[in-house]
């Protein structure tokens, strides 16, 4: 690959301010590239969002292979024992391959913001919510991103192996892959979520893409069996109004070139693989266009055979990516209002973040402390870095770090940029002082929540 091309790519990133946590790069089996953005760190895990329907398909795979499952098999007779609601002769004819292919008919809408997921996640049993769903198309004719469907077969490994994916994964897939550090939540049935929310180190990523990439192999064992291993990179769905189509649980685009397939997930959570250039891309980050980063590596591929050697070039990208792991210069700025609102409560209106209140307390020009106090949970107290380079604390989702900064727009605007580092969401917080009030304009990078304006006030 082009050393060049790949140091332009950092360029980019750096010039446009692009929020991406992480690069990977490995071409025929070597670790090209491995670099993490500050304040995201190496050796901390990520949330990894829809990619984790790539790993539940694959461990689906995995059990139908140990004949624990059967592609074709009704999901009724998965879920024999329990009563099914709106059971007619579509809902019978509903396969485990029609849930990987997001095809399986069920009245499930992926649009309005997953809707179907946000009432599947109110109930009190999940798997059975989206088993009880009536049908509305029959199964195989259409597809419809579902995120349920993928917890109704993570809920179907569960039945016929006793474990749940994350257990099964640790036997099966994590374990021989030497993947360790893993955060994957459960329901209150104890069936690990299916859709999203697992959390991995992107080399952990990258050991998936690899496995991918060699037909389920990996050194000397078949993790996956290779017949169903092809079939899940194989069109099994047309997604409308674009060029995509869909396998088991992966994306494809075979008409491109390179043609490649792709476990994809909000924010820019990638593991792109294209056997064609024997290469594993694995990207995260904080709601950015992996596509805009992807066409320099497109461009470094400029042959199938070694290149010449470019060490001025090498050692340019070597000190990019030293470069992207280290926090910015600091520079202050701090007005006298910072003093007059310091140590004060702010108690906030009803709003989407479910944000009680919180506690600003200046002492100094670099770092302020920050407290929020959410509708479910106390947020320990955390710094804020006052002299453009935010601060990095722990305590967050999961036990991962999360950064924030912020700086005096005017003698009354204070901006806040709150990052849940590995956990995909960015908040940011324009607070406006008036007297004792206060008007927050609350803005979320992905878009997890809309933007909007709260009221508050403090009787301090």
Known sequence: ?????????????????????????????????????????????????????????????????????????????????????????RKRRMTIAHLLAMSSGLDCDGGHGEITLSQMRQ??????????????DEPGSRFEYCSGGMHLLSAAITQATGKSALDYARRELFGPLGIRDVAWPADGQGVSYGWGDLHLQPLDMARLGYLWLNEGRWEDRQLVPKAWM???????????????????????????????????????????VSPEKNIVVVFTGGEFEPGDVGAFILRALKSDQPLPENPSATARLAAAVADAATPPHPVSFLPPRARTISGRRYTLA????????????????DVAQLQLTLANRHDPARPIGLDGVPRVSPGGNFGLPVAVGGRWESDSTFLIDY?????????????????????????????????TRVHGTSAD
Do not use: C
Request: no cysteine; net charge negative; proline share 5%.
């Open 1 to 89: 690959m082009d050393s060049a091309e790949l140091a332009n790519a950092f360029d980019y990133v750096r010039d446009h301010h692009t929020p991406i946590h992480s690069l990977t790069i490995v071409r025929n089996g070597h670790v090209v590239v491995d670099a993490y953005f500050w304040p995201f760190q190496q050796g901390q895990s990520h949330d990894v969002a829809s990619v984790t329907k790539s790993v539940t398909s694959t461990l689906t795979g995995i059990a139908i292979g140990k004949h624990a499952l059967e592609l074709q098999q009704p999901l009724t007779s998965v879920f024999a024992r329990q009563k099914i609601a709106n059971l007619d002769e």
């Open 123 to 136: 109930s009190t049993d999940w798997a059975r919510f989206m088993l009880d769903l009536p049908m509305r």
């Open 230 to 272: 092809r079939a899940a990179v194989q069109p099994q769905s047309q997604p409308e109004g674009g060029d995509e189509k869909y396998g088991y649980g992966l994306w494809l685009q075979p008409d491109r070139r390179p043609s490649l397939f792709e476990a994809n997930g909000r924010g820019g959570q990638r593991i792109s």
């Open 350 to 365: 009803d709003n989407p973040l479910g944000l009680k209140s919180f506690v600003l307390t200046f002492s100094g020009t």
């Open 419 to 451: 990052n849940e580092v590995g956990n995909i969401n960015a908040y940011r917080f324009q607070l406006t002082f008036t007297g004792n009030d206060v008007d927050v304009e609350l803005s979320e990078r992905s878009r997890v929540i809309q933007d």
